[in-house]
């Protein structure tokens, strides 16, 4: 009797093992954006390692980085890897490329212990107003060229491409501002509903983009609780529904757009949510917290949105700060990272969604320049060219905390040209003879940090941004950092 006991308990234990596992493996999990607009790059592999130590267990890139492909190589990590809008004219016009873009960055790692690649991204946000129809109407035949790509190479039936949409190709019309009433922007409905009607020929997702942080960025009388979602002292009321947040408004906007094409049920993917914790006076790492640990708790809870219920599919974003992102935005561009530019967690986050403090791993194995900082020099005398050298500093690096309501803002002129000197001196690589200014400047091993703002030492592993970002990316950054120390120096 005992045997028999034990061999029962014995199958029991295995069966609840293997429950267990299961659970685990096949949870809906949480999503990451991993952005590489930045001067100086962490080792992919160790960046990976972080990933899988904190379980994301899904990932979304900007590019097909060879690097970071060859470091996701046995993670079995989920990716949606991306195409970037310059490619989409190539990809439209030539199926050959979009066949030899496939082969190199899908089918070369798809095989059994390689890289888990489940979507391609066609472009990201090409329908975006600013861009001025620049994609408009070449991103539907990429989205053709490159899934009959995938379909050749045999991946047809695991691999879907997609396109990640801005919110902006949404709205409700002003005369009735609830999501019921929403509906794809006049112009871009055709081709918007086209490339949708293609999408569910192909059980492919629509993937859009969620940034609440901007409802609150845009209007200063926006209500900072309908953010967040902690409820609101004056929800919006559709019909027999409640909405307590801007999260669930705007998702129940493409709802009933979707709904109102004729594809009520299409599956939705959020490529992109987040709060930044820099560079305006709502980003901050308070605010970052509150918002990141509330999405993950409702949208992981399964109670889904006033009209849509179940777990909602997400992507942070993001994943790392990018100091070399355009700023054309606004200053909190540069600062949406869960983790800083070195791979350490900015704040507590469980990505279980239970709201638990929990603390997220950083990266480690991580090096880093020599501890020096390039400051104002005390014994100049003659600042004649010190507003110059300050402008000079910025557009060429990352000032983007001096600005207002951000961390360095309690500066002093002094304290911002010490911080302008070092950020140039930093992103270039602590090479001495950006530790100059005409003799303004020089060099201290005295960390000048205060409490609320770092002066960051770089990390010891560089790379070109020309390389990474492209020429425009760079010349728009230039110019972003121009405006906001012209603005600075008024």
């Not at 999501?179 to 490339?195: C, N, Q, V, W």
């Not at 004729?262 to 560079?279: C, L």
């Not at 900082?373 to 003659?382: S, T, Y």
């Not at 983007?400 to 304290?415: F, I, K, Q």
Request: charged fraction near 20%.
């Amino acid at each position: 009797m005992a045997q028999t006991r034990a061999l029962e308990y014995d199958h029991f234990l295995v069966l609840f093992l293997v429950f267990v596992m299961f659970v685990v493996s096949s949870g809906d999990g949480v999503g990451v954006n991993w952005g590489t607009m930045s001067t100086h790059h962490l080792p992919a592999d160790n960046v990976v390692q972080m990933l899988r130590e904190n379980r994301f267990n899904k990932l979304k890139l900007f590019e097909a980085d060879k690097k970071i492909l060859d470091a996701l190589i046995g993670s079995d990590i989920e990716v949606m890897l991306a195409i970037p809008n310059y490619m989409l004219l190539e990809m439209s016009e030539d199926p050959g490329a979009a066949a030899s873009w496939v082969y190199a960055n899908v089918s070369s790692y798809f095989y059994t212990g390689g890289v888990n690649i489940k979507y391609v991204a066609v472009g990201n946000e090409p329908f975006l107003r600013t861009y001025n129809d620049t994609y408009r109407y070449i991103t539907l035949p990429a989205l053709k060229n490159i899934q009959q790509a995938l379909n050749d190479a045999g991946l047809g039936s695991k691999v879907k491409a997609t396109v990640p949409f801005n919110a902006d190709i949404y709205n409700s019309p002003e005369s009735n501002p609830v999501p019921s009433a929403g509906d794809f922007r006049d112009e871009a409905k055709d081709l918007t509903i086209g490339i949708i009607q293609f999408l569910h020929l192909n059980n492919a997702p629509f993937t859009v983009n969620i940034y609440p942080f901007l409802s609150l960025y845009g209007n200063d009388y926006f209500p900072v609780d309908f953010a967040f979602f902690e409820g609101t002292n004056k929800p919006i009321r559709d019909g027999s529904l409640l909405y307590t947040n801007v999260f669930d408004a705007n998702f129940d906007t493409l709802f009933w757009s979707l709904d109102k094409a004729g594809y009520p049920d299409m599956h939705i993917i959020v490529g992109e949510v987040g709060w930044p914790t820099d560079g305006d006076k709502n980003a901050n790492i308070e605010n970052a917290k509150k918002f990141s640990q509330g999405l993950l708790k409702h949208v992981l809870s399964g109670a889904g949105t006033p009209a849509r219920k179940g777990t909602i599919d997400v992507y942070l974003f993001s994943l790392l700060d990018e100091n070399a992102k355009s700023i054309a935005p606004g200053n909190f561009e540069r600062h949406w990272g869960i983790f800083e530019y070195d791979g350490k967690p900015k704040y507590e986050l469980d990505l279980s969604g239970k709201m638990k403090n929990k603390g997220l791993a950083p990266v480690e194995g991580v090096a880093y320049m020599p501890r020096r900082w390039c400051v104002l020099n005390p014994h100049a005398d003659d600042f004649e060219e010190l507003p110059d050298s300050i402008d000079y500093a910025c557009s060429l690096s990352d000032c983007t905390a001096l600005g207002y309501g951000s961390s360095c803002n309690h500066l002093t002129v002094e304290g911002n040209a010490s911080y302008a000197f070092n950020m140039y001196y930093q992103m270039n690589s602590q090479e001495s003879w950006n530790c100059d200014f005409s003799g303004l400047a020089m060099v201290t091993d005295e960390d000048p940090s205060d409490d609320h703002c770092q002066f960051p030492v770089m990390i010891a592993h560089g790379s070109s941004l020309l390389l990474r970002g492209g020429i425009l990316d760079t010349l728009l950054a230039v110019v972003g950092q121009c405006i906001v120390f012209a603005l600075l120096l008024c």
